[in-house]
């Protein structure tokens, strides 16, 4: 598993059917170092890597359970797997927090799950790369949580690191008499790349 420092966020629930268990999604965003360059909000995407026994019945959690297919019942079932309960979110952001310094976002899923899209949202021609979160030494909880992430859209440096310099340069050439820190002018790059998409190259690598 590759280290990664993460920004914290907060929470998100929707309502759900009151006879039915709790079950959510969650996930993590940070900065990803690879091969000594930095990757930018990258979203790790937790999730129960296998289960003994369903959370509830498959039935229960799945609308229209009987009167599907075997391959679209087998892929909603596997999918609602993936979801964990308010405990175990619980215990993940804990362990998160206390291991790895990682804020948890939730998001709670609507039930009965009617149609496969919780996981993998990004499309088919996406590569993913995977962490083996339980596989991790002295690895405490009782259930296997694995992730996934793509960089795919993820501004990184040196663009990031560009584009600090080139926002810092652009204040003092407007006179303004104030020094602004670093991670404000990051806050500023990654938000018109987000917005507008654009990027900061040095003048050798656009001609």
């Keep these: 598993m590759r280290r990664f420092r993460v ?15 709790r079950l959510f999604k969650a996930h993590s965003v940070g900065n990803l170092t690879r091969a000594e360059k930095v990757y930018h909000d990258v979203k790790f995407n937790w999730y129960c890597l296998e289960r003994s026994v369903p959370t509830a019945p498959y039935e229960n959690l799945i609308a229209d359970y009987h009167k599907l297919e075997e391959k679209q019942a087998n892929a909603l079932r596997r999918e609602i797997d993936h979801y ?16 790895y310094g990682l804020g948890l976002q939730t998001e709670e899923v609507m039930l009965p799950v009617k149609v496969k899209g919780g996981f993998f949202t990004e499309g088919n021609a996406v590569v993913y790369d995977f962490i083996e979160l339980s596989e991790k030494p002295d690895y405490p909880l009782p259930f296997k949580v694995w992730g ?20 810092r340069k652009s204040l003092e050439l407007l006179g303004f008499p104030f020094n602004i820190a670093s991670r404000d002018l990051e806050s500023v790059a990654k938000e018109v790349y987000h917005r507008e998409g654009l990027v900061v190259k040095p003048q050798k690598e656009t001609v």
Aim: net charge negative.
């Design 84 to 99: 964990f309960t308010s405990d175990e979110i619980k215990s993940l952001e804990a362990y998160l927090r206390e291991r």
């Design 148 to 167: 996934y992430y793509t960089i795919l859209g993820c501004l990184s440096t040196p663009d990031m690191d560009n584009a600090v310099i080139f926002l």
């Design 7 to 21: 920004i914290q966020g907060g929470r998100q629930n929707r309502a759900t059917d009151p006879g039915l268990p």
